[in-house]
Structure formats: structure tokens, C-alpha cells
């Protein structure tokens, strides 16, 4: 877009903010014409029948949602001042552009852009240009606003050599911007670091090692709005999903892909994912959780499954009118051997095998003379003794039936568990009881994903074209497999930290959680430089490092303001109410994070002090800004200002040492801008 020439009737040029407000005001106008233009469509000459009326009209609404201007959300937050136009021979000496950058395309009635998607190629310099490679940039300028109003501007003149760089205020400003209400978009603040791995291509997965505050889930939600971007078709062939740890998480990042004007994208917890023919109401412990989620329980599904073929005895007699085919019982053989040598699906061997078997009496029929065609061949296949045979050689699998059967039939786990596991281990994972029926039995969480698993030895599992996984570092082995059934011919995004790893069963290693994925050719990327946690904080939770996760780098705050940390030791639950109303007092909201036994005290706590609270999740407003958070669902949550409540306690609550470590941590790095924590108790060791 061409700098415009000076309208006589336009804010005056030494004006610049005056007119940037009247930029944005067209801007607005262009985009509310653009609702307009799709609300006006009149779709009853275009659709043959009422199905394809259904689907634009559901089109045309999605459309409508994501041109919907959000008052209190910035139209464009940048400008990009080109050297040259984009593209163009510059031995030309073609004059520059200017370009908005923001959310979303907006145009005027003539079709000419008015601001341009962050995603846009020529958006890139924004989050790409330094003073050392201005990428042919002359002048990058950055808006600040207060609500929806345009305040304040920001000028970095990358070309000029007189110019020396430096650190943006406005940028550390958005940054450090108070929070209220689910997690927003960081499409102003992107770095240089983050914007390669939003913009890394659709065919390879990334796998992102972050700390806390790195941004990773921004990040990793961010390249997925990219990625719709540049492969929209694609993708809405194929589908999109996010997964988090639970559905306090996606209910606080729920958002940001409607901010960017994405609609189509599913979000879902791996327990919703396996949720099939069963209800979960029971839980394991660690132990045989563990064993349960271990990779070796892949092969004995697998055993168990095909075990139900057996090799066939007898002949198959298949009788047309007055003749009689014979298939030997030895050519059966043939067939059954075949159909497992290839390793297809048991189900789709299953379908094959029929159809084998009259394949097989159609060359007796040739060799006779006969002339059989395809009609000829699906009705043998549809004859009762080739029915009767298959049902005998290769019976239907009931997956959950079949999980049932190992878990509660020693014999049958022993038979197709030998080598994989010891005895101790079968013993662990045996229910005590015997149970009646599929529907009778309490599931835990990892036997919903044994289901799946053996479901997708039966029949193919439906793969998406992208995945994002969030904290991944908390999956067991079979739960990556599950996830990795959803992408086999996609892609994924697998975004996590090892060091807040807070299962029994957390990986030690990307690159073991990537195989396990079936995406052992990913990328690993770690982002090392934290936007969200101040300096003091992250300094003080760093401690814990070397005993949960010694071969990581550790977060380094690139934050101005090193934020507020206090240690405050206190007698009873009266001074935790008083420091969550100390924060209070400041803009932003606030957690109070405790171990979860520690809950129900300190709800009533806060109740018989008269302050309101959320639950994790639930989305805060001006009135209600604190939050009781229980720790098992702090992770991925983040508040202006939190109280840590009996670290000892948080550590107390795991099934061991180290993972209750990991929880503290997690727990340590959820503020945003100050932390005090509060003990009655001696604090945990590894924090002196």
C-alpha cells in the first residue's frame, strides 16, 4: 500500500497520532463494510438443494464471526515503512510501501488492503527486522493503546545507521500488561525466535522445549493460526486440534484462535480423544498406571488381538447350482499366512479374506471354462460356508471386551504378555475382582487409552492434518501413541517442559516422546528467553532445577521490571486471606495457589473474610479477580499476581519426591508480576 498524498481535509502531517487514529478509523469502517457485503449475500439462486444451502450458510456465518471487530482489540499494531516495494527490482529504484500489520486483512471498497495479516508474507519483518538486518525496512512503527483507542506510537528507524537500537517500551509495556479474563494472543509481541517456529512449514513436526513464561503455548497456538493461513484448503479438509492437560487449560486459552479470526479449530483433552465405548469412573495408582501407559503394552494388544486367528482344518465347500467349488483347507492357509504377513488392520484383513477366498473359487471357475465377473465373486463372498469359515479362522474383536479379558484373565495376559512383562508387573495391572460385563467395569484413564489402542489395531484410527500438543511432557508412552494415531499423515505441533513433568510417568526425553509420537524426525526447538515471569521469581523457582531437571538451561527474565517476590512465613490461614487482599490491591488478577488438600480450608477461609473467588478456568472480571487454584491445576494458568501457599505441602501431595518437586515449581512460576509465598511449615530444601 503506497503512502497516501496530504488531503487538505486530513489530520495535519506533523500530526502523526491524529492521523494514525484516522487510519484506524477507516479502517474500522472498511472492516464493517466487509461484514456487511457477506450479511448481504443472498445464497437462494446459488444452492442446488438444501444441503449445499446448509453448508454455505454455515460458511458464510463462520465468515461473518471472524470479520466481527472487537472493540477492546487492536485493528493493526504495527506499521512497516518499506525501503522498496515488496518484490519488486530494486536496480528500479522502486519507491517503498507502507503496511499495517495486524490481526486480520481489511480492505476498501476498492479492493486495496488497509491493514495486512500479521501472517502475510510481507508482515514477517515486523517480528524478523533487526538494526544489524533491517530486512529492507526503514521505518517499523509500534502502536500502544488504551481499550480499543489508539495512545501511543513507537518509531524504530532500522535503516539509518545513526539511529542506535534499542529496547522497545511499548513492547515491554504489552508484555507486562495487567491480565483479567482468558489468555489473549501475543500477535503484537511475537520475538524473532518464536515468529521461526510459528512460521515453520506444515510438513514437519516441532517439538518446543519452553520454560515457564517462554510463550510456548502462545506459540504453538499462533502456528496454528499461520498454518490455516497458508494451507486453509488443507487443513479444512483434514481438521486442526489442540490438546491440553484438562479443560480448566483449554478453557483459558479458548480465545485466542477466535481473536485471530479462527473459528474451525477443535480443542480437546487426550481423555476426550480415547473416550469411546466406555465410561471412566475408577483411577489407578502410579504403579499400574505406569505399567499401563508403558510402550511395551503396545505389542501385548497387538498379541492378544491377533491371537484370534487361528489357522483353518477344513475345507470351504461353496455350492452354485448343481456345482461344487472345494477350497483346500491348506490354500486357506495360504491365504490367513498372507493377510498377516502384509500387517493390515485386523479388521480390514478380516473384510479382505472373503473376498480372498472367492477369488480363490473364480480361478477354479476359469479353469473350468466359466467366465465369472465381479458380481459373480461378491456373491461367493457373501455365501454362508465363506462366512462360516471367516468367522471361524478370523472372528470380530470387541476392543474393550478384549481389554477387559487381559485385565482381569491372568492366564490371558500371561499367554500374551510373556517376555514383554515380569510377573510382578502382570500382578500390578490385574483387577482383584472379577467383573461382570464392559459396562459394568470401572475404567481408569489408562485403560480408555488400551481400548483405543487395540480399537486402532481393529480399524484404522481417522488422522488429522495438524495436532497441537500442550504440555506434552506429562503423557505416558501409549497416551503419545493415541495422540500420534491423530496425525499419521499430518503433522504436530508438541509443546512442553520437562522440568514440569508432574506425572509418574513424565518423559525424560523429546526425543523418546517424539518416537513414541511416530514423529521420531521432528524437530526439537527450546526457547529459552522468559516474557511472563519476572527476573526475582524465576530466579528463586530456578533452584529447583538441578533436582528435577539438571540438563536444562534455565529461564532467563528479558523482563525490565524485575517484579515483586516475597518469602512470608505466617501462623495460620488469616494471613494467606490478608496477602491475597494485599495483591488485590493492585491492577490484575490473582491466584492463590495450594496443594489440593489444602482447598476446602482455605475456600472457607476466604469466604469468612467476605472475598470472592473462581475456579480455575472461570474467567475473571473487574469484580471477582482472585482465583483458588488447586495445584494439580495450576499448570499452564497464569495470573498478574499469586500467593503460594505451603510449598511443603505442594511437594507432600505427590506420589513422590520428585514429581511433587515439579508441582512446586510449576506452581512457583505462575505470576506474572509478583509472588509471595506463604509458610507455616519449613520450606522444602532444595529451595534454601
Known amino acids: 500500500m503506497s503512502t497516501p498524498a496530504h488531503d487538505p481535509l486530513d489530520p495535519p502531517l506533523d500530526d502523526p497520532l491524529s492521523r494514525e487514529r484516522s487510519h484506524l478509523a477507516s479502517s474500522r469502517a472498511a472492516l464493517r463494510a466487509m461484514r456487511e457485503d457477506v450479511e448481504s449475500l443472498d445464497i437462494s439462486d446459488v444452492t442446488a438443494n438444501w444441503v449445499n444451502a446448509e453448508v454455505l450458510s454455515r460458511q458464510i456465518d463462520d465468515r461473518i464471526k471472524a470479520l466481527a471487530d472487537l472493540s477492546d482489540t487492536p485493528l493493526f499494531f504495527g506499521r512497516l515503512d518499506y525501503l522498496h516495494s515488496p518484490g519488486a527490482d530494486r536496480a528500479e529504484g522502486a519507491d517503498g510501501e507502507r503496511f499495517y500489520i495486524g490481526r486480520r486483512h481489511v480492505h476498501d471498497h476498492d479492493g486495496d488492503p488497509m491493514v495486512i495479516d500479521w501472517r502475510a508474507p510481507v508482515s514477517q519483518p515486523f517480528y524478523r527486522a533487526s538494526k544489524k538486518d533491517p530486512l529492507d525496512i526503514a521505518l517499523r512503527r509500534r502502536f500502544g493503546y488504551t481499550g480499543g483507542d489508539l495512545t501511543a506510537y513507537e518509531d524504530e528507524h532500522l535503516s539509518d545507521p545513526a539511529e542506535a537500537a534499542r529496547t522497545s517500551k511499548l513492547l515491554q509495556r504489552e508484555i507486562e500488561r495487567p491480565r483479567v479474563g482468558p489468555m489473549r494472543d501475543i500477535v503484537a509481541t511475537i520475538q524473532p525466535e518464536q515468529d521461526e517456529i510459528v512460521r515453520s512449514g506444515l510438513g514437519g513436526t516441532v517439538c518446543v522445549q519452553g520454560g515457564p513464561g517462554t510463550g510456548k503455548t502462545a506459540v504453538g497456538l499462533h502456528r496454528v493460526a499461520y498454518l490455516l493461513y497458508a494451507h486453509r484448503e488443507r487443513l479444512a479438509r483434514t481438521g486442526t486440534l489442540v490438546i491440553g492437560p484438562n479443560r480448566s487449560f483449554l478453557h483459558y486459552i479458548e480465545q485466542v484462535l477466535p481473536a485471530l479470526g479462527e473459528l474451525s479449530v477443535r480443542q480437546a483433552t487426550v481423555d476426550d480423544l480415547v473416550a469411546g465405548s466406555v465410561e471412566v469412573r475408577g483411577t489407578d495408582d502410579a504403579a499400574a498406571a505406569i505399567i499401563k501407559g508403558d510402550a511395551r503394552m503396545a505389542e501385548v494388544l497387538r498379541r492378544a488381538v491377533y491371537a484370534h486367528v487361528t489357522m483353518p482344518t477344513e475345507q470351504v465347500v461353496v455350492v452354485r447350482g448343481s456345482r461344487r467349488w472345494r477350497v483346500p483347507a491348506y490354500e486357506l492357509e495360504d491365504i490367513v499366512r498372507e493377510l498377516l504377513e502384509r500387517g493390515i488392520r485386523y479388521g480390514a484383513a478380516r473384510e479382505a479374506l472373503p473376498q480372498r477366498i472367492a477369488h480363490a473359487v473364480l480361478v477354479q471357475m476359469e479353469r473350468s471354462g466359466e467366465a465369472p465377473d465381479d458380481r459373480v465373486q461378491d456373491a461367493v463372498a457373501r455365501n454362508s460356508a465363506v462366512k462360516a469359515a471367516v468367522k471361524a479362522v478370523w472372528p470380530p474383536v470387541d476392543p474393550a471386551k478384549l481389554v477387559l479379558r487381559l485385565l482381569t484373565d491372568a492366564d490371558f495376559l500371561a499367554a500374551h504378555s510373556d517376555g514383554i512383562l515380569t510377573e510382578d508387573e502382570r500382578k500390578t495391572i490385574l483387577w482383584a475382582r472379577p467383573v461382570r460385563s464392559v459396562k459394568a467395569a470401572k475404567w481408569a484413564p489408562a485403560d480408555a487409552v488400551l481400548i483405543d489402542e487395540a480399537t486402532d489395531l481393529v480399524q484404522r484410527t481417522h488422522s488429522l492434518g495438524h495436532v497441537v500438543l500442550d504440555e506434552a511432557q506429562d503423557l505416558s508412552p501409549m497416551q503419545y501413541r493415541a495422540v500420534g494415531r491423530r496425525c499419521t499423515t499430518g503433522s504436530a505441533?508438541?509443546?512442553?517442559?520437562?522440568?514440569?513433568?508432574?506425572?509418574?510417568?513424565?518423559?525424560?526425553?523429546?526425543?523418546?516422546?517424539?518416537?513414541?509420537?511416530?514423529?521420531?524426525?521432528?524437530?526439537?526447538?527450546?526457547?529459552?528467553?522468559?516474557?511472563?515471569?519476572?527476573?526475582?521469581?524465576?530466579?528463586?523457582?530456578?533452584?529447583?532445577?538441578?533436582?528435577?531437571?539438571?540438563?536444562?538451561?534455565?529461564?532467563?527474565?528479558?523482563?525490565?521490571?524485575?517484579?515483586?517476590?516475597?518469602?512470608?512465613?505466617?501462623?495460620?490461614?488469616?494471613?494467606?486471606?490478608?496477602?491475597?487482599?494485599?495483591?488485590?490491591?493492585?491492577?490484575?488478577?490473582?491466584?492463590?495457589?495450594?496443594?489440593?488438600?489444602?482447598?476446602?480450608?482455605?475456600?472457607?477461609?476466604?469466604?469468612?473474610?467476605?472475598?470472592?473467588?473462581?475456579?480455575?478456568?472461570?474467567?475473571?472480571?473487574?469484580?471477582?479477580?482472585?482465583?483458588?487454584?488447586?495445584?494439580?491445576?495450576?499448570?499452564?494458568?497464569?495470573?498478574?499476581?499469586?500467593?503460594?501457599?505451603?510449598?511443603?505441602a505442594v511437594v507432600d501431595g505427590e506420589p513422590d519426591e520428585r514429581t511433587g518437586l515439579r508441582r512446586l515449581y510449576v506452581t512457583l512460576t505462575r505470576a506474572v508480576s509478583g509472588l509471595i509465598v506463604t509458610h507455616a511449615g519449613a520450606l522444602p530444601a532444595q529451595l534454601d
Open 493 to 648: 505441533t508438541v509443546l512442553g517442559d520437562l522440568a514440569q513433568g508432574t506425572t509418574p510417568w513424565a518423559t525424560r526425553s523429546w526425543d523418546e516422546a517424539l518416537a513414541h509420537l511416530g514423529k521420531a524426525e521432528g524437530v526439537i526447538e527450546e526457547l529459552t528467553a522468559g516474557f511472563r515471569v519476572p527476573t526475582d521469581v524465576i530466579t528463586y523457582a530456578s533452584r529447583l532445577l538441578p533436582h528435577i531437571a539438571p540438563g536444562l538451561t534455565p529461564v532467563a527474565s528479558v523482563r525490565e521490571n524485575p517484579g515483586f517476590f516475597a518469602l512470608r512465613p505466617v501462623t495460620g490461614t488469616a494471613e494467606v486471606v490478608a496477602a491475597c487482599e494485599e495483591l488485590l490491591a493492585h491492577e490484575g488478577s490473582t491466584g492463590l495457589i495450594a496443594a489440593d488438600a489444602r482447598i476446602p480450608e482455605l475456600a472457607e477461609a476466604l469466604t469468612a473474610a467476605g472475598l470472592s473467588y473462581l475456579a480455575p478456568g472461570e474467567e475473571t472480571t473487574a469484580e471477582t479477580r482472585l482465583t483458588l487454584v488447586p495445584a494439580s491445576l495450576a499448570k499452564g494458568l497464569e495470573y498478574d499476581y499469586v500467593v503460594l501457599d505451603e510449598p511443603r
